[in-house]
Antibody, heavy 122, light 109 residues
Framework: QVQLVQSGAEVKRPGASVKVSCKAS????????ITWVRQAPGQGLEWMGW????????NYAHELQGRVTMTTDTSTSTAYMEVRSLRSDDTAVYYC???????????????WGQGTLVTVSP | QSALTQPRSVSGSPGQSVTISCTGT?????????VSWFQHHPGKAPKLMIY???NRPSGVPDRFSGSKSGNTASLTISGLQTEDEADYYC?????????FGTGTQVTVL
C-alpha cells in the first residue's frame, strides 16, 4: 500500500535550518510529484511547493522563495524539504503529499505523510 | 492571505445536510475545474474527499459531493454523521501556484 513516512519532530533556534524527509513506498516514485504543505498553530493549510519525483523539477510558493529547497533521492524514494533562516512563524506541522506529476499545481493530493512538527524557539 | 474564502464554521444535526462554500477572489475557480476538498481531523493528516470539483476518490462515502457555480465551489455533506466533525479546506489550482481556502470547522450538534 502507498505510504509516506516523515522524519520526527524538530526544535530549532531562530536563524537555523531544518530538513524534513518524506520516504515513499508502495508506488513508482518517479511517476508522481511530492507537494509540501504546512499548518501553523491555529492557522489553515499553506501550500509550500512541489517537486517532481522524476526529474527534480520544482515550483515553490512565492512567499518562501529563497528560503526553501526541495530535493529528492530517487535511489531511496525519499523527498526532502529544507527551510533556512528559520523564524518563529515557521513553527508548524509540515506535511508531504503525493501529487500529480503532469502539472505541479494540480491539488490532487491523494496520500499524505503523518506530519512533522517543527518548533522554532529561542 | 488566502485567495479562497470559506465560512469559518457550519453546523448540523446528525442526518442533516450541510454545504460549505469556497469563493475565489480571482477567476481561478471559475476558469478551471481543478478544485479539491480535504477533511482534516486535528492531529491527523488531511484526507482528500473531492478532486476536480466533483470527483470522489475510492473509499470516500457518496454522501460527500462537490460542485461549482461561477467563482464559488461547494462541498455538501448529506446525512451528516458524528465522524464528519472536522475542519474542511478547499484547494484550487491557480496557475503557477496552488491556494488553500481559509478552512471551515464542521460541528455535528
Amino acid at each position: 500500500q502507498v505510504q509516506l513516512v516523515q522524519s520526527g519532530a524538530e526544535v530549532k533556534r531562530p536563524g537555523a535550518s531544518v530538513k524534513v524527509s518524506c520516504k515513499a513506498s508502495g508506488y513508482a516514485f518517479a511517476s508522481y510529484g511530492i507537494t509540501w504543505v504546512r499548518q501553523a498553530p491555529g492557522q489553515g493549510l499553506e501550500w509550500m511547493g512541489w517537486i517532481s519525483g522524476e526529474d527534480g523539477n520544482r515550483n515553490y510558493a512565492h512567499e518562501l522563495q529563497g528560503r526553501v529547497t526541495m530535493t529528492t533521492d530517487t535511489s531511496t524514494s525519499t523527498a526532502y524539504m529544507e527551510v533556512r533562516s528559520l523564524r518563529s512563524d515557521d513553527t508548524a506541522v509540515y506535511y508531504c503529499a503525493r501529487s500529480p506529476i503532469s502539472v505541479s499545481t494540480l491539488p490532487n493530493y491523494d496520500y499524505w505523510g503523518q506530519g512533522t512538527l517543527v518548533t522554532v524557539s529561542p | 492571505q488566502s485567495a479562497l474564502t470559506q465560512p469559518r464554521s457550519v453546523s448540523g444535526s446528525p442526518g442533516q445536510s450541510v454545504t460549505i462554500s469556497c469563493t475565489g477572489t480571482s477567476n481561478y475557480v471559475s476558469d478551471y475545474n481543478y478544485v479539491s476538498w480535504f477533511q482534516h481531523h486535528p492531529g491527523k493528516a488531511p484526507k482528500l474527499m473531492i478532486y476536480d470539483v466533483a470527483n470522489r476518490p475510492s473509499g470516500v462515502p457518496d454522501r460527500f459531493s462537490g460542485s461549482k457555480s461561477g467563482n464559488t465551489a461547494s462541498l455538501t455533506i448529506s446525512g451528516l454523521q458524528t465522524e464528519d466533525e472536522a475542519d474542511y479546506y478547499c484547494c484550487s489550482y491557480a496557475g503557477t501556484y496552488t491556494s488553500f481556502g481559509t478552512g471551515t470547522q464542521v460541528t455535528v450538534l
